[in-house]
C-alpha cells in the first residue's frame, strides 16, 4: 500500500519561495502519475499540477510561470517549488498520486504567505 508524507510548508512573506516535497513508500513509485492540490480555507480543493510517470508536467494557470513540479523515481520523492508567492497561495497543499484505478492522498501541509 503506497503511502504518502509532505513536507516543506511553513509561512513564508509575499514574494518569497518555498519548497514543498513529497515522499511515498510501500509501492512502485515510478508508475505513479504524481499531483498537488491544494485547498484553501472554506474553498474547494483545486489542482495546482501535475507530473505523470513519464514526467510531462500541467500547471493551473494561477501558478504557470511561478511554480515547478519535478519528480526523482530514485528517491521516490515529488517536489513543488513555489515562487514569486502571493497571500491567495495560502492553502493546505495536497500530494496525490494514481495508477489506472487506484488514488492516495498524503495528510497535507500548510503553506501561509503573509507578511
Known amino acids: 500500500q503506497v503511502q504518502l508524507v509532505e513536507s516543506g510548508g511553513g509561512l513564508v512573506q509575499p514574494g518569497g519561495s518555498l519548497r514543498l516535497s513529497c515522499a511515498a513508500s510501500?509501492?512502485?513509485?515510478?508508475?505513479?502519475?504524481m499531483g498537488w492540490y491544494r485547498q484553501a480555507p472554506e474553498k474547494q480543493r483545486e489542482l495546482v499540477g501535475t507530473?505523470?510517470?513519464?514526467?510531462?508536467?500541467i500547471y493551473a494557470d494561477s501558478v504557470k510561470g511561478r511554480f515547478t513540479i519535478s519528480r526523482d523515481n530514485t528517491k521516490n520523492t515529488v517536489s513543488l517549488q513555489m515562487n514569486s508567492l502571493k497571500p491567495e497561495d495560502t492553502a493546505v497543499y495536497y500530494c496525490?498520486?494514481?495508477?489506472?484505478?487506484?488514488?492516495?492522498w498524503g495528510q497535507g501541509t500548510l503553506v501561509t504567505v503573509s507578511s
Open positions: 496525490n498520486g494514481r495508477f489506472r484505478s487506484f488514488e492516495v
Open positions: 510501500g509501492g512502485r513509485f515510478s508508475l505513479l502519475d
Open positions: 507530473v505523470t510517470s513519464d514526467s510531462s508536467t
